[in-house]
């Protein structure tokens, strides 16, 4: 369902309408702001926008299809951005949404498949910001897209955490599941990478070009988001660097722990061997052997096997083998 939010510049009042056919009529009206939001969209949704605003085929297709890379278009009279929403659901498991955007001289059509929490705070925000109103449609971009971004600093907080969590887990108890989780952070912190990475590439796009949708006041504060979005790579790329260290650090540590497990095996196969070698040789049936008719032989043998091991067992205790 198409819903649209009209805020009227020469009184500030919002109006809303989810009636398609008066998408027109609101954009033609000199000084309104016209937000239109989509979510779910049908074929018939698609239909509307493109009758509506006359967007081109290829934007359109790339609505319907989904799954794109985070880009900027320039078209005729407006642009067309994809940008990803990240989130970590109660899995720990990451949830990238994606979020369509076409942006027009005084209006702002959003579209997505799936929930999008910073609509409800832009939308919010917009509506304590209307003696700004004549940043017209630049406005609600920056507060949707700081939103999106400004989320991104906590998930990569939390992810941190858990690579914290993981060295704990590897150096005081080693926990042969934390190869699991350290592979799962190191896929999500690269599902972040190419969400985050050309979106700082699309926003250095926007800032080099001549707009003549965003005023100069307005562009200031997307080179903060810009700002933002080097901060969030920066961080991926260190968090990147850390798992990659987390996970030699677990490599080390686990062969750390097979030396001492076959030096432990080596050691106590030594001493049965040595014990076995004398239990074989008396245990030998030639009839012509000196010890077999001694009458403290089977002692002696016994005291031999317990010396011999004994002492090799106090070796490999002084060399750290035991």
């Known amino acids: 369902m198409i819903k649209t939010l009209v805020l009227e510049r020469h009184n500030k009042s919002f109006t809303h309408s989810d009636d398609p056919n008066l998408i027109n009529q609101f954009c033609n009206r000199p000084g309104n702001v016209v937000w239109v939001n989509v979510p779910n969209p049908d074929g018939k949704d698609f239909d509307d926008l493109a009758r509506e605003f006359n967007f081109h085929p290829l934007a359109i297709e790339d609505c319907k299809h989904g799954h794109q890379r985070p880009k900027i278009d320039e078209y005729q009279g407006y642009y067309f951005m994809v940008l990803y929403e990240a989130e970590l659901d109660a899995e720990n498991g990451l949830e990238l949404r994606e979020l369509n955007i076409f942006l027009g001289e005084n209006y702002l059509v ?139 650090a677990y490599l080390s540590v686990s062969g750390n722990r097979m030396n001492v497990v076959m030096k432990t095996l080596t050691s106590i196969s030594t001493i049965l061997m040595s014990v076995t070698l004398i239990a074989g040789i008396y245990g030998m049936n030639f009839s012509f052997m000196p010890e077999l008719g001694w009458r403290y032989g089977y002692t002696g043998a016994l005291v031999a096997m317990l010396v011999v091991a004994l002492a090799l067992y106090f070796y490999f205790r002084k060399i750290k083998w035991l």
Do not use: C
């Open 110 to 248: 959003t579209v997505h498949s799936q929930p999008i929490r910073a609509l409800e705070t832009a939308e919010r925000l917009w509506r304590g910001w209307t003696d700004l109103a004549e940043r017209r449609t630049g406005l609600i971009t920056y507060l949707l897209v700081d939103s999106i971004v400004d989320n991104y600093m906590p998930l990569l907080d939390k992810l941190s955490d858990r690579i914290e969590e993981l060295e704990e887990k590897i150096f005081e108890d080693f926990q042969p599941d934390a190869l699991q989780e350290i592979f799962q952070i190191k896929k999500q912190l690269l599902f972040l990478r190419r969400a985050v990475v050309p979106l700082r590439d699309v926003f250095n796009t926007l800032l080099r070009r001549e707009q003549p949708i965003f005023s100069r006041e307005t562009m200031v504060y997307f080179q903060d988001v810009y700002d933002h979005l080097i901060r969030v790579a920066d961080m991926i790329d260190t968090l990147r660097d850390l798992i990659a260290a987390t996970m030699d």
